[in-house]
């Protein structure tokens, strides 16, 4: 081990793992912020893909031992702007003094020396989107895949370092011990094999002025234009109404999206979800009426985070063969009316066999960013909270 650091230092940046480089958020609220490829048997760094694997592997990235420090919250301004740092090595970040290669920052970029590849796109025309998504339970083993509603969407992800997340200005405030956070993307398949990335971590709604909860999120529907498949018009009449659960994909267990593996589904208009702040979320009750039904769910949920079956109300597929009906409890016409239905196992190999198309893909929208936009987002940063209280 010591051997390893001594080499690190000796050799400086040359260690860090980019040549097989990928993308988690970085920040010490994270589950798993300090652990590297030695800690696990196989790399489980928070940057390492997941693919194919069991619901114990790929579920808080199989982190749940390695929990943030008590008190360590990344801040959500209700109504403002949030700004992660997504990079592929801690070294590259604001944290990379706790990094095992050193300061390897080069300004916004967030794989430094690398081609864009490590970051699995072709080109800013390749960015398929990444989301933020919440439950507002703070014990992680009372928390099931399908509790996480996304709430932010930056569909121009994974480009910069410093990367932008609007918050819906009703997002009510979280309990005591705060919310449980994901940082979720599945990038083009045209950069890369199928997999997903996620992170977990706790956060922390500021300035709510709202207490209108959450709906329960249901399964998000494939609805946009979709002409890398041959789909050349949205049927927005397909869109999933309402709040959305976050997409796990391409896993052995427990996912809740079964496309093949040259669609996957995607944090855009795709699946309807809108660049920026979700504010179509909110149901009709408030948060205070909604702690009992969460309270009841909570005894009916056995301790185990790796509980393959959820007792909430939103139906669980245990494999990825199985078809998903949802109902919904809540008391929203809208969540009610959205009963969705997934991907038939038929209708996952018949997008599979389509593969990808040679054609270019058409671009929905103009790339505005500038990437050199680092003192701006330098001025947002330190959202990292530090409740002394907590200790
Ligand atoms: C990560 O490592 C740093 C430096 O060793 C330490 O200060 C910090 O408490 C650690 N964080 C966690 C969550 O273990
Ligand atoms: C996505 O992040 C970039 C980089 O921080 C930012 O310029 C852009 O405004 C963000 N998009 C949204 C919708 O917040
Ligand atoms: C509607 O959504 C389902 C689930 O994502 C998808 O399988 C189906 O292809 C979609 N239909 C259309 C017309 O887009
Ligand atoms: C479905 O089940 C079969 C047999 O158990 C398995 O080989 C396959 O990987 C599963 N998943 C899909 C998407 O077909």
Redesign the pocket.
Known sequence: MSGRVLLSVLMGTALVPFASAHVALWH?SMWG??VTDQTFSYDNRPVAPLMQMPFSQWWFHNHLS????AG?FFELPAGGTATAELACDKGATSYW??SQGGDVRQGDSPCPNSPTSAYHTNGIDDLKGCSLAITYKSDPNDVQPEDLAVFSVNQTCVWTRFTDFQIPAEMPACPEGGCICTWNWIHSPDSGSAQMFLTPFRCKVTGATSSKAIMTPQLARRCGADPANGVTEATPSNCTVGAKQALYWWQTERVNMFEGQYSPPFYNDLYDFKDGAQNDIFGDSDVAAAAPSSSSQKAATTSSAQAATAASSTAVADNQNETVVETSTSSSPAAASTTATTTSPKKCKRNAKKGLTESKRSVKKEATEKRSNTAHHARNLGRFVHDSTVH
């Open positions: 010490p912020f300090n390695y929990p943030p420090n360590d003094p706790s």
